[in-house]
C-alpha cells in the first residue's frame, strides 16, 4: 500500500505571497494544524499554527515572515508505513507528497489516513480479530498463518507490535466469524491469546478505537 493511494487535493497548499491570517484561517477551516507551501509546484515547506501565533504578525507575508520552516515529504511511491513515521516524527497533521521529478503532488491529511483506516484493518469485512502475546524468540508469521489456513480460513491483516524487547502482541482479522477452532489450535502449539472478538464484537471494538482517534485528533 503506498502513498498514492491517499493522496488528496482537497487542501490546498499556501502560496509564499499568503500571509499568515489567511493561513490560519485556512487551518480552522480545514481543521489542520500545519499547511504545505507551494509555488508553481515547487516545494517549499510546512507551515504550522503553533509558529505562527507565536510570532503573531498575521498581515505579514508568509516569505517575509522570520518563521522556521520545516520540509518534511513522502514521496508518491512509497509505502504507507514511511508516511505514519514521518507524520509522528514531525508531529504534522498534513504531510506534502511529491513526484518523480520532486514537484508538489498534493498532501495526506491525519483525518484521510483515519478515513482510509477501516480498509487498512479491513474493518468492513465480517470476521474475527484475535490478539496473541508471544515470545519475540518464538514469533512466526508462516506458523501463524499455516494454523489459521489449517483452520479453513484466511488472514485478511495482521499488526505487529512489540511490548518490550522480548515480547510481541499479534492482532489479526480472520475472515470467519467462529473462531473457536483457530483458538484450540493456538492453545495446543502453547500460544497465549489475550484477547477474542468474534464478529461484531470486532466491529464495535474497531469503531471505538476509530472514534476514539478522531476524538483525539477533534475532527
Same mark, same amino acid.
Not at 60 to 73: G, V, W
Not at 146 to 174: C, F, H, P, Q, R
Given at each position: 500500500?503506498?502513498?498514492?493511494?491517499?493522496?488528496?487535493?482537497?487542501?490546498?497548499?499556501?502560496?509564499?505571497?499568503?500571509?499568515?491570517?489567511? !493561513?490560519?484561517?485556512?487551518? /480552522?477551516?480545514?481543521? #489542520?494544524?500545519? %499547511?504545505?507551501?507551494?509555488?508553481?509546484? +515547487?516545494?517549499? @515547506?510546512?507551515?504550522?499554527?503553533?509558529?505562527?501565533?507565536?510570532?503573531?504578525?498575521?498581515?505579514?507575508?508568509?516569505?517575509?515572515?522570520?518563521?522556521?520552516?520545516?520540509?518534511?515529504?513522502?514521496?508518491?511511491?512509497?509505502?504507507?508505513?514511511?508516511?505514519?513515521?514521518?507524520?509522528?516524527?514531525?508531529?504534522?497533521?498534513?504531510?506534502?507528497?511529491?513526484?518523480?521529478?520532486?514537484?508538489? !503532488?498534493?498532501?495526506?491529511? /491525519?483525518?484521510?489516513? #483515519?478515513?482510509? %483506516?477501516?480498509?487498512?484493518?479491513?474493518? +468492513?469485512?465480517? @470476521?474475527?480479530?484475535?490478539?496473541?502475546?508471544?515470545?519475540?524468540?518464538?514469533?512466526?508469521?508462516?506458523?501463524?498463518?499455516?494454523?489459521?489456513?489449517?483452520?479453513?480460513?484466511?488472514?485478511?491483516?495482521?499488526?505487529?507490535?512489540?511490548?518490550?524487547?522480548?515480547?510481541?502482541?499479534?492482532?489479526?482479522?480472520?475472515?470467519?466469524?467462529?473462531?473457536?477452532?483457530?483458538?484450540?489450535?493456538?492453545?495446543?502449539?502453547?500460544?497465549?491469546?489475550?484477547? #477474542?472478538?468474534?464478529?461484531?464484537?470486532?466491529?464495535?471494538?474497531?469503531?471505538?478505537?476509530?472514534?476514539?482517534?478522531?476524538?483525539?485528533?477533534?475532527?
Amino acid at each position: 500500500m503506498i502513498v498514492q493511494e491517499f493522496i488528496s487535493n482537497d487542501i490546498p497548499p499556501l502560496h509564499s505571497s499568503d500571509t499568515l491570517q489567511k !493561513a490560519l484561517e485556512w487551518m /480552522a477551516q480545514f481543521k #489542520v494544524a500545519d %499547511l504545505p507551501i507551494s509555488d508553481n509546484k +515547487q516545494y517549499i @515547506g510546512v507551515i504550522s499554527e503553533s509558529d505562527i501565533l507565536d510570532y503573531n504578525k498575521l498581515n505579514e507575508k508568509i516569505s517575509d515572515a522570520k518563521l522556521h520552516i520545516e520540509r518534511p515529504f513522502v514521496y508518491l511511491h512509497q509505502h504507507i508505513y514511511e508516511l505514519f513515521r514521518l507524520m509522528t516524527k514531525y508531529n504534522i497533521t498534513v504531510m506534502p507528497v511529491l513526484n518523480e521529478k520532486d514537484e508538489y !503532488a498534493g498532501s495526506v491529511s /491525519a483525518r484521510g489516513i #483515519v478515513q482510509n %483506516l477501516s480498509r487498512i484493518t479491513s474493518l +468492513q469485512s465480517a @470476521g474475527g480479530i484475535i490478539v496473541l502475546s508471544v515470545p519475540f524468540k518464538d514469533y512466526s508469521a508462516v506458523q501463524i498463518a499455516s494454523i489459521i489456513e489449517g483452520n479453513d480460513a484466511k488472514i485478511l491483516s495482521m499488526y505487529v507490535e512489540s511490548i518490550n524487547n522480548d515480547w510481541l502482541e499479534i492482532t489479526i482479522k480472520v475472515n470467519v466469524e467462529d473462531v473457536n477452532r483457530i483458538l484450540q489450535t493456538f492453545y495446543r502449539y502453547n500460544y497465549q491469546v489475550k484477547t #477474542v472478538y468474534q464478529s461484531s464484537e470486532s466491529e464495535i471494538d474497531l469503531k471505538r478505537r476509530l472514534d476514539e482517534f478522531w476524538h483525539f485528533l477533534n475532527i
